[in-house]
Every structure is written in structure tokens, then in C-alpha cells.
């Protein structure tokens, strides 16, 4: 129970900073800050297990967190360009 809500605090982090990164902020809530951050949290350790950086999914470790971050930032860069038709 503790490692779903560690999770949820995590993902709402890491979905904040990446909307921050992304020039998002304004037009996301916390909700989607935590779905974008848990979806990204997977998308960057998939991504980082193919180059052998943070490739556990249950460890909380700086190089996993590192690739959450970028996969966060990769899945709002997807969300930019469906909805804008381009990467801002």
C-alpha cells in the first residue's frame, strides 16, 4: 500500500517537473501531472533499460529517476505534437 502512494507522490513530482521542462504548466492539473508522470515513469525506464540506465522499476534510485523524468518529457513531447501538430 505504501509503494502506491511513494508512487503517486513520485509520479506527481516527475509529471511537474517534465510539464515545467515542456512549458506545460499552466494547462495541467495535479491530476494529469501524476498520470503523466507514472505513464513517463514507465516509457523512460523501458526506454532506459535498453541502454542499461535505471532498468528496475521498483528502485528509486537517481538514474531512474533521471529516466523517468525523460520519458515523462518524451510522452508530453507526443502529447504536443497530436494536439499542436508540433513540439514546443
Given amino acids: ?3 502506491w502512494i ?4 513520485v509520479g506527481g513530482i516527475i509529471g511537474w517537473l517534465a510539464s515545467m521542462v ?3 504548466d499552466a ?6 501531472n501524476i498520470v503523466v508522470g ?12 535498453f541502454i542499461g540506465i535505471g532498468s528496475t522499476l521498483t528502485s528509486f534510485d537517481i538514474p ?3 529516466m523517468s523524468l525523460v520519458g515523462a ?3 508530453l513531447g507526443i502529447v504536443n505534437l ?5 513540439v514546443r
Avoid: H, K
Avoid at 6 to 9: K, L, P, R, S, V
Avoid at 82 to 86: F, L
Fill in 64 to 66: 531512474g529517476l533521471l
Fill in 38 to 49: 507514472i505513464i513517463g515513469s514507465f516509457i523512460g525506464r523501458f526506454v532506459g533499460g
Fill in 73 to 75: 518529457v518524451i510522452l
Fill in 1 to 3: 500500500m505504501i509503494g
Fill in 27 to 32: 494547462s495541467m492539473g495535479i491530476f494529469w
Fill in 6 to 9: 511513494i508512487a503517486i507522490i
Fill in 82 to 86: 497530436i494536439q499542436r501538430g508540433r
Fill in 22 to 24: 515542456m512549458n506545460r
